[in-house]
T-cell receptor, first 115, second 112 residues
Framework: ETGVTQSPTHLIKTRGQQVTLRCSSQ?????VSWYQQALGQGPQFIFQ???????GRGNFPPRFSGLQFPNYSSELNVNALELDDSALYLC??????????????FGPGTRLTVL | QKEVEQDPGPLSVPEGAIVSLNCTYS??????FMWYRQYSRKGPELLMY????GNKEDGRFTAQVDKSSKYISLFIRDSQPSDSATYLC????????????FGGGTRLMVKP
C-alpha cells in the first residue's frame, strides 16, 4: 500500500449534478496530482497542486476544479457532470526533489458512474 | 494520433516466459520514462523509472529507452502468474512527478 487514500471508493451520480472526490496524500508529500482513467484506457492528467497552488493542468474544462489544503490533502470537484465523466479518478502524491525525479504514489481511485 | 501508443493486448504467455512490452511516442521532449503496473481495481504502482536513453535492470525487470527511435520497452524474465496485470508506460517532459502522459496500457496474462 502507498499510504495515499481516496474517498469514496465509488459513487453514482446523474448527469448535471456536482461531485467532490477526496484524497489524503502520503505523509510528507506536498504535491498532489489528479488523473482520470476511462475504462480500458490509460490515466489522463487533470491537474497538479503544489503547496495549495495549481501548478499544472491538462486538457480538461474549467468545470474540473481542485483544492489542496494546508495538510496537503486534496479535493477534486466536477460540476455539471456528463456521461463521459464516468471513470476511475486517481490521486497521486509526490515530494519534489531537486535535480531528480519525483516518484508518484497512486491511491486506489474513486470509481464515478454518471447516469 | 495519441502522444503515447501502446498495444492494448491482451498478451497471454505461459509461466516462465520472457515478456516484452513496448510503447512508442511522438513527443521528442519526453525525458523521463516510467512503467507502472496496475492490478484490477487498484491504482498504478511504479515498477521502473529511466531518465533519457539507456537500460535499467531491477530483479526480473529490465527497462530500455531508445530516444532516437522514440521507443521504450519493458522486459519481464521468468514471468509469474502474479505478474498478470495491466502495464502502463508513462512519460514526462521535465520531471518524473510532473504531468505524466500515459499509454493506454497492455493487459498481460501469465498462465500457470
Amino acid at each position: 500500500e502507498t499510504g495515499v487514500t481516496q474517498s469514496p471508493t465509488h459513487l453514482i451520480k446523474t448527469r448535471g449534478q456536482q461531485v467532490t472526490l477526496r484524497c489524503s496524500s502520503q505523509s510528507g508529500h506536498n504535491t498532489v496530482s489528479w488523473y482520470q482513467q476511462a475504462l480500458g484506457q490509460g490515466p489522463q492528467f487533470i491537474f497538479q497542486y503544489y503547496r495549495e497552488e495549481e501548478n499544472g493542468r491538462g486538457n480538461f474544462p474549467p468545470r474540473f476544479s481542485g483544492l489542496q489544503f494546508p495538510n496537503y490533502s486534496s479535493e477534486l470537484n466536477v460540476n455539471a457532470l456528463e456521461l463521459d465523466d464516468s471513470a476511475l479518478y486517481l490521486c497521486a502524491s509526490s515530494f519534489p526533489t531537486s535535480g531528480g525525479a519525483d516518484t508518484q504514489y497512486f491511491g486506489p481511485g474513486t470509481r464515478l458512474t454518471v447516469l | 494520433q495519441k502522444e503515447v501508443e501502446q498495444d492494448p493486448g491482451p498478451l497471454s504467455v505461459p509461466e516462465g516466459a520472457i515478456v516484452s512490452l513496448n510503447c512508442t511516442y511522438s513527443n521528442s521532449a519526453f525525458q523521463y520514462f516510467m512503467w507502472y503496473r496496475q492490478y484490477s481495481r487498484k491504482g498504478p504502482e511504479l515498477l521502473m523509472y529511466t531518465y533519457s536513453s539507456g537500460n535499467k535492470e531491477d530483479g526480473r525487470f529490465t527497462a530500455q529507452v531508445d530516444k532516437s527511435s522514440k521507443y521504450i520497452s519493458l522486459f519481464i524474465r521468468d514471468s509469474q502468474p502474479s505478474d498478470s496485470a495491466t502495464y502502463l508506460c508513462a512519460m514526462s517532459t521535465n520531471n518524473a512527478g510532473n504531468m505524466l502522459t500515459f499509454g493506454g496500457g497492455t493487459r498481460l496474462m501469465v498462465k500457470p
